[in-house]
């Protein structure tokens, strides 16, 4: 990195940083504003009601869920590349979104650390399990469609005795 780049991530940094402190009272006064209204209308009604195996589901739970699956697929970048590259960061995504999963050993302990409660702490979770298991099922399609060669066979192997 040039120090002319470096110069210019400090001052558009700083600048950043002073027109936020002087802008905060505003940006108060909209959250306060706006906290009502995303309350009533995403957070306090439910799409999904209390059910035996869902629920219940806000219009923000399901928003965050849509945001998380879309962040995963963007990750895949089915677009930009082969198949087998979207196979092999699938793999790579599964044991990113199993970080949550093993972070601690008792899912309290996380909602502890995270300021959430357990209830959430369980809803990301179980996001996390369901988005792991299907990049996993994915990645597993993908390498046996295929076919990567792997010898099982020592005969390439030059051994000196």
């Known amino acids: 990195m040039d120090t002319s780049h470096i110069y210019a991530i400090a001052l558009g940094g700083s600048f950043l940083l002073l027109l936020l402190i002087n802008s905060l009272p505003m940006i108060i006064r909209l959250i306060k504003y706006l906290s009502p209204l995303f309350s009533k209308h995403l957070t306090y009604r439910y799409t999904v009601h209390r059910h035996r195996l869902l629920g219940p589901w806000s219009r923000a739970g399901i928003l965050i869920q849509l945001i998380y699956i879309a962040g995963n697929i963007c990750c895949l970048k089915f677009w930009n590349t082969t ?58 399609l993908v390498m046996i469609t295929s076919q990567p060669s792997f010898p099982l066979d020592n005969s390439n192997v030059n051994t000196k005795t």
């Open 83 to 140: 198949i087998s590259r979207a196979g092999i960061r699938a793999g790579t995504l599964a044991i990113i979104n199993l970080i949550p999963l093993l972070a601690v050993p008792h899912l309290s302990t996380l909602a502890d650390l995270l300021g959430v409660t357990l209830s959430t702490c369980h809803q990301i979770h179980r996001s996390a399990g369901v988005m792991a298991v299907l990049l996993s099922i994915f990645h597993l």
